[in-house]
């Protein structure tokens, strides 16, 4: 008897264990938005190191992807770049080699874009974060966060973006907020706010000497 009470109190802390067992998803997934009008396209060069970085920091089983804003950024068609990195380390190094030539190519050629579209990059993000099932959301805007639509385009929409990580990165100041710091102030308000209101996480990163910052949880 005591032998079956013994067996049958380990099948019950068996099933307890496997009903508690962490189904939570550990996977990152990151989506980075650069910014390519004017004269902040030469500063694309930046953004070529943090993605380098970023592709040997992320991990097989995390998701990446890359896309420019321009004119209308809620579009699949601005996406430069994206993978989900395959569980296999050799599959994944190659996959990153893939995404690498890709994003080279596109810094060589990039052109400049009149009008920018920042609100439709992040729903554009959000949707592509969603879609991974990644347990860690990060969208990375390397910009200026001067948003310049072009006539009749609505861009007045909250966000839905719970348990997603914005990082702005290498917010440069522009002619005017030289004249009057206030506009720069003002600006990274504005976007902080859109993004709490979304239930998001915001923070800025100038320093682009500590990219270790930029993934922190």
């Not at 060589?108 to 992040?122: Q, R």
């Not at 979304?198 to 270790?212: A, H, K, S, Y």
């Amino acid at each position: 008897m005591r032998i079956i009470a013994c067996l049958s109190l380990l099948v019950c802390l068996a099933a307890i264990t496997t009903g508690c067992a962490d189904t939570t998803s550990h996977a990152k997934g990151v989506y980075m938005l650069l910014d390519t009008s004017g004269t902040y396209r030469h500063e694309l060069t930046k953004a070529q190191s943090i993605i380098n970085y970023l592709l040997g920091t992320l991990q097989p089983g995390d998701s990446f992807g890359v896309a420019r804003i321009d004119t209308g950024s809620f579009s699949e068609k601005d996406i430069i770049a994206k993978m989900n990195f395959d569980g296999r380390p050799s599959v994944a190094n190659s996959q990153k080699r893939e995404f690498k030539d890709k994003i080279d190519q596109f810094i060589t050629t990039a052109k400049g874009s009149p009008y920018t579209d920042i609100t439709g990059g992040i729903l554009q993000a959000v949707e592509y974060l969603n879609e991974t099932g990644a347990g860690e959301k990060y969208i990375l805007i390397f910009s200026d966060l001067e948003e310049d639509l072009v006539k009749g385009y609505v861009r007045d929409i909250p966000f839905q973006m719970e348990g997603v990580q914005v990082v702005a990165l290498n917010v440069t100041k522009l002619r005017t907020d030289n004249i009057d710091p206030r506009e720069y102030m003002e600006r990274l308000d504005f976007w902080k706010q859109r993004v709490e209101d979304g239930g998001g996480e915001w923070r800025v990163i100038n320093d682009l000497e500590r990219l270790d910052n930029i993934l922190a949880s």
